[in-house]
């Protein structure tokens, strides 16, 4: 059972804006601990999509957005496109468990 | 550039052990900060992480699977490798590694699918 929550699924038309959000508690998120954001696309192995809360690495659209507040952390995806669809992780360190952590994921389906 | 492969098994039996072999290019584990772990993802299912070992040889694990797991480097062979011991059909998954630079998986292997059954 992962110590990071992220809703099942969501939504959205062409061009809308989307977003994620991945809850943990004081020992992951809370604790200052970066969040990292993947995405998976159907049939392949998931690729790095936000390092460390809000950084995009090279290639990746500007799109895509993450913040982190508090306990939680959240993806964005702007002017969603078709190519959007796919699964998508937040991950970080729990200092509890000394081991890093995936969310439960989130299908992201374009309508 | 940076790749990932992972070699092993395609079919474990029951309380077998699995050894699973991921060689690497384009960065070396000798380098400070740098990481290798697994990831596995049964069909399906969202990503479970398993361990990591980094540059200086610290290791660790989930702590779900710690009795089961064990993770060692071959710097020179540009080699992790992890096994997990007393294989049931719960952990059939395609299992992943990637290479870990402050605290992200940068970058991934393809993946191998493992299936367990008798």
């Known amino acids: 059972q992962s110590v990071l929550t992220q809703p099942p699924s969501v939504s959205g038309a062409p061009w809308q804006r989307v977003t994620i959000s991945c809850t943990g508690s004081s020992s992951n998120i809370g604790a200052h601990y970066d969040v990292h954001w993947y995405q998976q696309l159907p049939g392949t192995a998931p690729k790095l999509l936000i390092y460390?809360?809000?950084n995009r690495p090279s290639g990746v659209p500007d799109r895509f957005s993450g913040s982190k507040s508090g306990t939680s952390a959240s993806l964005a995806i702007t002017g969603l496109q078709a190519e959007d669809e796919a699964d998508y992780y937040c991950?970080?360190?729990?200092?509890?468990?000394?081991?890093?952590?995936f969310g439960t994921g989130t299908r992201v389906t374009v309508l | 550039q940076i790749t990932l492969k992972e070699a092993g098994p395609t079919l474990v039996k029951p309380t077998q052990t699995l050894t699973l072999t991921c060689t690497f290019s384009?960065?070396?584990?000798?380098?400070?900060?740098?990481?290798v772990g697994w990831i596995r993802q049964p069909p399906g299912k969202a990503l479970e992480w398993l361990a990591l070992i980094y540059w200086d040889d610290d290791k660790r694990y989930s702590p779900s699977l710690k009795s089961r797991l064990t993770i060692t480097k071959d710097t020179s062979k540009n080699q992790v490798v992890l096994t997990m011991t007393t294989m049931d059909p719960v952990d059939t998954a395609t299992y992943y590694c990637?290479?870990?630079?402050?605290?992200?998986?940068?970058?991934w292997g393809q993946g191998t699918l493992v299936t367990v059954s008798p």
């Open positions: 991950q970080s360190y729990d200092s509890s468990l000394s081991a890093s952590v």
């Open positions: 384009g960065f070396s584990l000798s380098t400070s900060g740098v990481g």
């Open positions: 460390a809360n809000n």
């Open positions: 990637a290479h870990v630079t402050s605290g992200s998986y940068a970058n």
